[in-house]
């Protein structure tokens, strides 16, 4: 049964616009937006390119560029975990900044490229080279980016 709890969220007239709309809850505050590409809804995405305009500015610093998300969350005040996402989606390169990383899904470890840490990355490894006998998986496309 679904029950619609009238008068709590406005309704909005969309009428012949956006087509394929899709309507989500906002990742941080859990407000209902339409979903473009983003998690967030506009205004914490403003939010946010507030804040990573902060971190980027400090960390740009020659200075605080051996920064890790710790201290950069210190001096800033910004949320790690959205520290850890501009890592992951390539906007605070750890090529630049030797010591940014972000903790491995599988066990948290700090990790600069990925998902997942090198040990765990074997352990999952084993188990993929079982399936590519299934799937003919190819991942021919390894970029290994140390600059030190
Ligand atoms: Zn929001
Ligand atoms: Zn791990």
């Known amino acids: 049964m679904i029950q619609t709890t ?7 007239d969309v009428k012949g ?7 989500a809850n906002c990742k941080s505050c859990g407000k209902v937006f339409v979903k473009v590409s983003s998690p967030y809804c506009p205004e914490c995405l403003k939010e ?5 305009d902060k971190v980027y500015d400090y960390i740009k ?3 605080n560029r051996m920064s890790t998300v710790s201290q950069v969350h210190e001096a800033t005040q910004v949320e790690t975990a959205l520290i850890y996402h501009w890592i992951h989606e390539g906007r605070l390169l750890t090529t630049m900044f030797p010591n940014l990383g972000y903790p491995c899904k599988s066990c948290g ?5 990925g998902s997942i840490c090198d040990d765990c990355r074997k352990r999952l490894e084993r188990d993929i080279a079982r399936l590519e006998k299934e799937e003919d998986l190819n ?5 290994t980016t140390y600059h030190t």
């Open 6 to 12: 009238a008068g709590t969220t406005r309704k909005q």
């Open 109 to 113: 470890k700090i990790i600069q490229e």
């Open 17 to 23: 616009g956006i087509p394929l709309a899709e309507l």
């Open 139 to 143: 991942t021919g496309d390894h970029r």
């Open 48 to 52: 946010q390119e507030k804040k990573f």
């Open 61 to 63: 610093q020659q200075e």
